[in-house]
Every structure is written in C-alpha cells, then in structure tokens.
C-alpha cells in the first residue's frame, strides 16, 4: 500500500516542482544528477523529469533483495545440489527442474550488483556493468520462460502416454539446449548494439533492455522480444496444461466406462474423489500458469507501455517493481517445483535434518496404490 | 506301500494360507490362479478362521480389489496417480450373512478340519474383467510393476467402510488367467504378400503359414516361409521376429515388443527369378526377455514359473475393443529386406499363445505321466470328494507374493 502512494505522489511531485520554479534543496535531486556527462547516454531523458528517490528507497529495495537472494540462494543451490548428486531422481524430467535452477541462480548473480549500485545509488561500472547486469536478467528472464514452457511439455508427455511417452535423457537435453539456444537472441543482438541496447531504467540502478527510444527499430524490438518470451512461452504453457488435464479427464472417463462395464458399483474412490483429482491437476496447473502471468505481466506491460503507450504512468518506482515480481518468483521457482517433489522431500530430510522436514517414506510393497491415499505431491 | 503313499501324497489338495500380522485371523485360499473360461470364471473360493473371544462385536469383510496401474511411480508428477483400484465385491463373512451357502468341496472338507470358528466365503469376477498382466519394468524402474492385479484382503471392522487395522487385516494377491480352449482349432493361419518395385517390372511374393493356430507356452512356433521372386531385385536376407502387441486401455495406447527373433543369410540372395522355401522355429519365452522393459507377463516377477502374458481371448458375440484391463495379443513378422534401395517386404501372421486347458495336453500326448494328470485334475471336482482329511498341505501364501499387506 504504500509503495502505491509514494508512485503516485513522487509522480506528479515531479512536475509540480518543476512548474512551480520550485528550486530543489540538495536533498531533492533529478534522477540522473550522479551521472557524469561522459555516460548520459546510459540515462533515457524521460527519467530525468523524475525526482531523484529517496536513499530510503535504494536502502530498502535493497534489503529486499538480499533476501531474495538468500532464499534464492538457498533454495535453488538445494535442488542443484539434491538433484545432481541423488541417483534415484537423476532423471529427464528432473532435468529440465536443474536447467530452472540454474536459470534461478544466473538471476540471483544480477542481486549483489544491485545491493551495491543501491548503495552508490548509481549503476556500478557504468556501460560495462549494465551490459553484464542486462545480460544476467535476459538470459535468465527468457531461459525460465521457456523452460517453463518445457516443464510443461514433458509433463504433458509423461501423463498423456504414461507408458511409452516420456522424454529420454537425449531428448531432455536436446530440449534444453534449445532453451539456451533461445535466449541467445535477444541477448546478444542488443550486447552487440546491432538491434536494441541496454541501458538503465527506473532509479537508474538496474539495466534492461531499452524501450523509451523513440524509434521504430526500438519499438520492433520491443513487439519481437515481448512476443519472443512472453506470448510464445506462455502460449506453449497454456496448450500443454490444458491438453493434460484433456488426457486426465479421458482415462478417468475410460476407467469410470471400464468399471461401469465390469458392474462394479463402488470405485473406491468415489464420484466425488475423481473429480478431485483432475481438480487437483488443475489448481497446480494453474498455479504454475499464475505465477508465470506474476512473474513476465508486469515487466512486459512496462515495456508495451514505454515503447507503444502513455509513457506519463511510467514513473521510476512503476518501473522498479515489475523486476521485483520476476526476481520473487525465480525464488519461489524451487519450492513449486522441487519442494512438493515428494523424493526431493525425502532426500533432503535424508541430507539436511536440520531443515525439519517430516516426510513419511513410501513403502513400496504397500498398496499404496489406492486412489483415496493421495499425498499432497503436487506439483 | 510306497506307490500308494505316493499316490495320496498327490491327491492331497494343496491349500494356501496367510494369517494377519496379529495372528487372530487367518484366511485360507484353495488357489492362487483362477480360470476365466469366457463362459464362467472360477469363483474365489476360501475359509477364514478366527480365533476365540477375538471380534466382540465388531465383523470381519472380505473385499476383492483389481489396481491397474498404468505408469511408472516415478513419473507421476503434479500429484497424479497412474494407477487405480477398483474394488469388485465387498461382502461381510463374519458373521455369516446368508443362513445356508452353497459350498465348494475344498471348502466343505476345510471347513470340517478347520472346526467352529471356521467360515466360508465366495466371491465371483464380475464378467468381462481383464486378465492379469504384468508389464516388466526396466534395470532403472523402481516402485511397483505396471499392469493388471488383484488382491483379495480380508480386514476386521466395525462397519463395511471401516477400513480396517494394519494389524488385522490381510492381502492375498491372486492372479486371473486365461486358458486355452480344449481343442486347438485346425486352422492354419497365412498370409500371402506382394511387393512391386518403382521403376522395374515384376513383383516379391511372400507367403507365411504357421502350423498351428494356439501355441502352447514353451512351444516351437513353425513359420513356413515361402519366397517367390518374380521381380528383379534381390532379397539380401530374412527377418522373422515373435511380435508381442500390447494394449493398455486404461490410456488408449499400445506397443510392440520383439520377444524373439532370428535373421539368416539362408538361401540369400534370393535372386531374380528364384525362390526359396523353408520352414523357421521360433520360441517365445519369458526367459530370453529377462530385464527387458515392456515384456507382458502372466504374473509376478518373483514367480519362478513367470512365462510370457498369455493371448487375451474374447466370448463370443464380444469384439476385441470389448476387452479391458491390457489386451495381449501376438503375431510372428516376416521381414524380407531387399536392399538400401529395394526396401522390405513385411508381414504379419497372428496366432495365439496360452497355456493349455487342464486335461488338453494329456489328450493330445496321451503319453505324459499319470501323476501330472491327477495333478493338472485336482481342481475338477469329483476326484477328493471322498478323501481323508488329512491330505491337505497348507502353504504359505506370503511366500511366493511379494504384495504384504499395508
């Protein structure tokens, strides 16, 4: 709630000092006035008609985001760890959850060169730093989309066909060359100035790419990249969890015809209980489809917005917290993913029993195939 | 003395026992695989003795379950479960529901040498269940097998959706197979093919006849070959494969599985204007399918006379698509490769793979040993009917079984 307030009063705030011939005190500065001539460049002019924020602000995105980065730290360097050096969940699919955490962990590395550019509130290393900043975020900002998207084709695969249809270790990898494959675009044709550039935005201490140039090679970029990881990815998510859950209904249909067949009144679980599972399927479908919208919809509206819309709303705090949204969600990642694999639970009670971790160990010659004994592994 | 003691020793009826982890209950079972004679199936058929002053009210069900499980435990993700339990019949045993019970004869005689406590129970497969199948997993495949099962459990319980205690209940885990008809038909199934090439003139003719329609589990399966080479390529060599095809029908989806092959150079090139003809053997056996993935068998992996699943056979009136469960079915495939350029010349021939009814294979080999008979017989139900009591030989049942009660 207030960091609502303070977007929409340092806004016109901005404007009104301006009008009125108000003279700023030394405490009340325009964004940029830290910025030598030499790397004016690095600042767009629109962010100059801003007041320069508060050190309260640069202080306490700051602490924000060194907890971001601890619990990114932790939770994603687990899975890596966990998962590569655990036999029994080396496998495909688990892959593609390792290629996320990596991911994770390259946006983690952007977080101490923010915590410290917060600090002299300025970009550190100037165009050298805000290359490697922008680099880190679009490499990792891409590569979760559409690993995303990956996650959601094998698990298409894997339960559309349970028998036959899962993905094999070459073509998990295959899969995940791809992803990287996919994000090299976008990062290096701006890296290399020859389509788009770099540069600061918001509190002038974070870099992305740019998309305030009033220029129609920018505003291209602009359309392609939002296409390129935001539209394709989250339709390829959309289309895999929903011809899943297509697949789920139709062997529970099958299975209800079978048993209809055989005469047999009670299922064990009833109606009801089937139902429930594709409901089940479906909450974490749609979760996972949620935070992906939490995660790209606020970056990718600032951008449409910078590049084809009403610039006026894009104030610098507007503009600094649709990165906060990707960066949480890349240490949420983990927990949706590995921490509701109930294996990983295991083996990790197993490894860290400090963490507290009570997860009951399977038995594998009980019946536990009943319906009615569903754990929580979702996700 | 000794050939009549022998002979008692054999007629005595084997029963199949399994107490409850407390030791208060036990269930005993006549068989462990009952036949599905398309017509009927094999009721279950089994005593349960409790002990002295143990119910005190509460009563003891008996239920039959069938799990078909139709993925691997390790690929479910996102919480689902690929596998799913019917339950087929659930009755309350103890007390005894219904005043006066139709008996089996393996059920009256335990019943006299169980004494009071002793009670009967009787369920019947609902028409059309699928058979039993385990699918083999695979070197890396951990958690339990793919396919068909079904367990009887017997649990002690207040009411009927009382679920029971660990310590007082306990599974049975039965198998429900198919047997072939008595008589293996005389038709000779074939298949007669044709390949014509682009841009030459003339054609590959293949022919397959099997000499046999059912095949018995551990048979030679005869293939005759014949190859007439009309065209003007050459054949390089020929391929014959056992073709397992497997249906699930939980999932609507099916595979093929090479159980045996054999390819040979004989008679090749089989050159333009030629042709060749020869009979090939083939066994399919579960034994030369060890740690394959995929296999079908009849039963549990630990069994040690596990063999290949046998062809699931429909009653009449019914079509294939009217199976359930996972439909087994088997064809031997002639490959004629002509070359990199030529291509194959492929064919399929069907036919059947079960184990033979009780009383076939002595028809047919009138020679077999007499004990076999009596004892491939035990279960028709004349022959004990006025036996002593004591030729009855309990087994464990927990032993061969790998499925423990939970």
């Given amino acids: 709630m207030l960091l609502r307030n303070q977007t929409f009063v340092s806004g016109p705030l901005a404007f009104i000092g301006e009008e009125a011939g108000y003279v700023p005190s030394m405490r009340e500065r325009f964004l940029g006035w ?19 924020p508060g050190k309260y602000w640069h202080i306490g995105l700051a602490l924000i985001y060194s907890m971001l980065l601890a619990m990114s730290c932790v939770g994603n360097c687990c899975v890596i760890w966990i998962f590569s050096t655990s036999k029994s969940l080396r496998t495909a699919s688990n892959m593609f959850i390792v290629s996320l955490a990596i991911f994770d962990i390259i946006m983690a590395l952007e977080i101490p060169m923010f915590i410290v550019s917060s600090f002299v509130e300025r970009m550190i290393g100037w165009e050298i730093g805000c290359d490697i900043y922008a680099v880190l975020g679009s490499v990792s900002g891409m590569g979760q989309a559409i690993t995303n998207a990956a996650i959601a084709f094998d698990r298409y695969r894997t ?27 976008f990062t290096v044709l701006p890296l290399l100035k020859v389509w788009g550039r770099f540069t600061t935005e918001g509190f002038l201490t974070t870099c992305s790419f740019d998309f305030l140039t009033d220029d129609q090679d920018t505003k291209v970029f602009v ?5 390129w990881s935001y539209v394709i990815p989250l339709t390829f998510i959309v289309y895999f969890y929903s011809q899943l859950l297509k697949s789920i209904r139709n062997h529970e249909k099958m299975l209800r015809e079978q048993a209809k067949k055989m005469n047999v009144k009670s299922l064990v679980s009833n109606q009801d209980k089937e139902r429930s599972v594709e409901l089940r399927i479906a909450k974490v479908a749609f979760t996972i489809f949620f935070l992906f919208l939490l995660a790209w919809t606020p970056y990718a509206t600032v951008a449409i917005i910078g590049a084809f819309g009403n610039r006026e709303v894009l104030t610098p705090v507007a503009t600094m917290l649709p990165a906060l949204f990707a960066k949480s969600v890349s240490c949420i990642d983990p927990w949706i993913y590995a921490i509701n694999h109930p294996r990983y639970r295991q083996e990790l009670q197993k490894r860290c029993k400090w963490m507290g971790i009570h997860e009951p160990e399977t038995i594998h010659d009980s019946a536990s195939a009943q319906t009615e004994k569903i754990k929580s592994d979702e996700a | 003395m000794f050939p009549l003691l022998f002979l008692a020793f054999v007629v005595a009826i084997k029963v199949f026992k399994k107490t409850t982890p407390n030791g208060k209950v036990t269930v005993y079972l006549g068989k462990r695989d009952f036949i599905d004679h398309l017509d009927s199936i094999d009721p279950i058929d089994g005593i349960i003795v409790v002990e002295n002053d143990y119910l005190q009210g509460r009563k003891v069900y008996g239920q039959v379950t069938t799990t078909f499980r139709y993925g691997r435990e390790e690929d479910e993700v996102m919480g689902v479960k690929f596998s799913k339990e019917l339950v087929l019949c659930r009755e309350q045993i103890v007390p005894i529901k219904k005043e006066k019970q139709d008996m089996t004869p393996v059920q009256e005689r335990l019943l006299k040498r169980l004494g009071a406590n002793a009670y009967p129970f009787l369920f019947q497969f609902p028409q059309s269940s699928p058979s039993s199948v385990t699918l083999q997993p695979g070197d890396d495949d951990q958690g339990k097998p793919l396919g068909v099962e079904y367990t009887v459990r017997i649990y002690v319980g207040e009411h009927e959706e009382d679920k029971g205690h660990k310590r007082s209940s306990v599974a049975l885990a039965i198998k429900k197979l198919q047997y072939a008809p008595p008589t293996r038909g005389r038709k000779l199934p074939s298949s007669l093919v044709s390949k014509g090439f682009t841009f030459s003139q003339g054609k590959l003719n293949l022919e397959v006849t099997l000499d046999r329609e059912i095949y018995y589990h551990g048979e030679k399966v005869a293939a005759n070959v014949i190859v007439t080479n009309n065209s003007r390529k050459a054949v390089k060599n020929i391929k014959l494969f056992v ?13 093929s599985r090479h159980v045996a092959s054999l390819e040979t150079r004989e008679g090749c090139p089989i050159t333009p204007g030629a042709s060749f003809t020869k009979q090939f053997y083939l066994v399919p056996l579960a034994s030369s399918n060890k740690d394959r993935r995929g296999i079908a068998l009849d039963g549990h992996l630990k069994d040690d006379d596990v063999n290949l699943a046998s062809s699931t056979l429909v009653a009449d009136g019914k079509t294939p698509s009217d199976a359930m469960g996972i439909v087994i079915s088997y064809s031997i495939r002639v490959k004629l490769n002509c070359g990199t350029l030529g ?11 079960m184990h033979p009814a009780p009383g076939a294979v002595e028809k047919e080999k009138a020679t077999l040993k007499k004990n076999k008979s009596i004892e491939r017989a035990r279960y028709e139900n004349s022959c004990y009917s006025n036996d002593d009591d004591d030729n009855i030989v309990f087994e464990d049942f927990a032993r061969l079984r790998l499925n423990e009660p939970e």
């Fill in chain 1, 34 to 52: 830290n910025v030598p001539p030499e790397y004016s460049d690095l600042v767009h002019p629109h962010w100059r008609g801003f007041m320069a």
């Fill in chain 1, 159 to 185: 339960i559309s066909c349970p028998i036959d249809g899962r993905l094999n270790s070459k073509q998990a990898a295959v899969i995940i060359a791809i992803t990287w494959f996919w994000v090299t675009p």
């Fill in chain 1, 223 to 227: 359309m392609c990249i939002f296409i």
């Fill in chain 2, 243 to 255: 073709v397992q095809h497997c249906e699930v029908t939980m999932v609507n989806t099916q595979f």
């Fill in chain 2, 343 to 353: 291509g194959e010349l492929v064919t399929d021939v069907p036919f059947k793979l």
